[in-house]
């Protein structure tokens, strides 16, 4: 298998994307049990390396939890443990090269005292003109944002957790306008459902017995499905027209579920777990597809890129592997780590266009990586 230049990686993905099909509707089922990997290992790719670099870095007082891009891609917003909101400018990636000095990032907004705990998660909506933070204060900031000037607009306070929120999306409805804010940790762990023209709470879904640690949705404008994962060991499927959830996964290895991720068409799911292990389950099949073991301690984070040719994963053990997702996802996977921290990677976020991702770390730091200038072709 060759890598191809991120110009290449992002023509394919914007095919691909166009031709994928609609997510399927799930019927109610009984918890899944995924049985153990029977099948050959995935492996690391042998005598292979991968030229990202790292182009900005940011460095805070304490460790940096969260990062997201806003849909644009213009800019990326930080959240720290020093109880910081960052909003930074996204930088002219063309020019990077091996062996340059690492640029620091240029901050647009700063939000010194954006919760009176931690940021723990954050996100844009997809329209861009909304972020939300959560924190261990257990309260999420929910506010306006103006993407011309890079401003912060009102704002409200949401109250509706009795425990950390652990992590936020958001879904929107273009028939009525609308934008639901879906939110979950830990407390009582419940998936609290926000309108944010009023702020609120429309619903409360109850199934996790554990905190939430991640929640993902996917597909088109009107999306109306989304997932959770959870300190529980299962992973849960929800529609917002439906109180309960509409599947229910639970991993035979008996592990948490740290991150989820879906694939644009609905149909792959990706699972990270605290036993350093990462799941592939078959959605419309209702089966598991293989496990593997890319890391040496906790997964944090799964994320496909654009058209989910490539997933991303970062752990505890301070490492940011890619693995590749073209072929037969029965077969053995190959994967390499493509940047490293020197300590816990808390999290990692593709940018929407280019071939380039943001990590965040326990060593203080967060930093975007990306293909250097002229890019050439280098074996996987």
């Given at each position: ?13 914007q ?23 029977i099948r050959p ?8 390396s991968?030229?990202?670099v790292?182009?900005c870095?940011?460095?805070?007082a ?5 990062t997201?891009f ?44 954006q ?69 979950g ?29 991640g ?16 300190q ?66 906790e ?34 996977l ?19 266009l ?6 965040t ?5 967060a ?6 200038a002229?890019?050439?072709?280098q074996?996987?």
């Open positions: 298998m060759k890598w191809a230049t991120s110009d290449v990686i992002y023509r394919q993905q095919q691909q994307q166009q031709q994928l099909p609609r997510p399927q509707t799930m019927m109610h089922q009984p918890p899944v049990p995924l049985p153990q990997q290992v995935s492996q690391p790719a042998s005598n292979a991968i030229a990202f790292p182009v870095r940011y460095e805070d304490q460790a940096i939890r969260t997201a806003h849909p644009s891609g213009k800019y990326f917003a930080l959240g720290t443990n020093s109880k910081q909101l960052l909003i930074c400018r996204y930088p002219d990636t063309r020019t990077a090269r091996h062996g340059e000095p690492t640029r620091h990032v240029e901050i647009a907004l700063t939000r010194p005292k919760h009176r705990g931690s940021v723990y998660c954050l996100g844009f909506n997809p329209n861009g003109d909304l972020i939300a933070t959560g924190s261990n204060d257990k309260t999420i900031r929910l506010m306006a944002f103006d993407e011309e000037n890079c401003r912060i607009g009102a704002e409200m306070e949401l109250s509706c957790h009795d425990g950390t929120v652990r992590d936020l999306i958001f879904l929107e409805n273009s028939h009525n306008r609308s934008t639901i804010l879906i939110s940790g830990a407390g009582n762990c419940h998936l609290n459902v926000t309108d944010c023209n009023s702020g609120q709470l429309i619903q409360s879904m109850k199934g996790h017995s554990a905190p939430i640690l929640l993902y949705t996917w597909g088109h404008a009107n999306q109306q499905q989304f997932v959770s994962c959870s529980d060991k299962t992973i849960r499927f929800w529609d917002l027209r439906q109180s309960q959830a509409i599947n229910v996964i639970s991993p035979a290895h008996s592990a948490p579920v740290t991150s989820v991720c879906v694939d644009p068409s609905g149909k792959l799911l990706v699972s990270g777990h605290e036993d350093a292990s990462v799941a592939l389950f078959d959605v419309t099949g209702n089966r598991v597809l293989q496990n593997f073991r890319p890391h040496g301690d997964v944090r984070t799964v994320r496909f890129s654009n058209a989910a040719y490539y997933l991303l994963t970062a752990s505890y053990d301070k490492r940011v592997v890619l693995t590749d997702m073209r072929g037969d996802l029965m077969a053995p190959m994967y390499l780590p493509v940047a490293e921290h020197s300590d816990k990677v808390v999290q990692c976020r593709w940018h929407p280019d071939f380039s991702f943001l990590s770390s326990a060593d203080r730091s930093v975007l990586w990306s293909l250097p002229g890019g050439h072709k074996r996987f």
